[in-house]
């Protein structure tokens, strides 16, 4: 198991100004930050990072929304990453998430669920490869 993972903080939390609880949330879980930035994806772009969901029915829709507003990329650091944040985001579906998860504090629906994790080491490190350089990593 890894000890990173890749995170984005969503439009739908960026919009509603849950940034630095969502950030605090992080930290508090015991994650140390390694590289981040603030960016908009181009419809373009999103559609690049979530080309593996091309065929389903669902992606022009989270491209869309991808793309609608600014985002913000992470890398944070911690063993065992990947599961570890994944269990502190929750559920896809806040309404299924457990309390005191990310999604289920600051996620609205399914679609506008906050915050993105990997869900694989492999898939970590293709996310952050897609958004930083050697250079941006500390």
Request: hydrophobic fraction near 40%.
């Amino acid at each position: 198991m890894g000890n990173l993972t890749f995170t984005m903080i969503k439009p739908d939390a960026t919009a509603k100004g849950y940034t630095g609880a969502i950030l605090d949330c992080m930290i508090k879980g015991g994650f140390t930050i390694k590289a981040m930035k603030w960016t908009r994806l181009t419809q373009e772009q999103a559609g690049d990072f979530y080309a593996v969901h091309k065929q389903r029915p669902f992606y022009d829709e989270l491209v869309k929304f991808m793309s609608s507003g600014p985002i913000i990329a992470g890398i944070l650091e911690k063993e065992n990453a990947v599961a570890d944040f994944r269990n502190l985001i929750g559920a896809t579906d806040p309404a299924k998430a457990a309390e005191g998860t990310i999604r289920k504090q600051f996620a609205s629906s399914i679609g506008e669920n906050a915050v993105h994790g990997s869900d694989s080491d492999e898939n970590a490190v293709i996310e952050t490869d897609f958004f930083f350089s050697k250079l941006e990593r500390f």
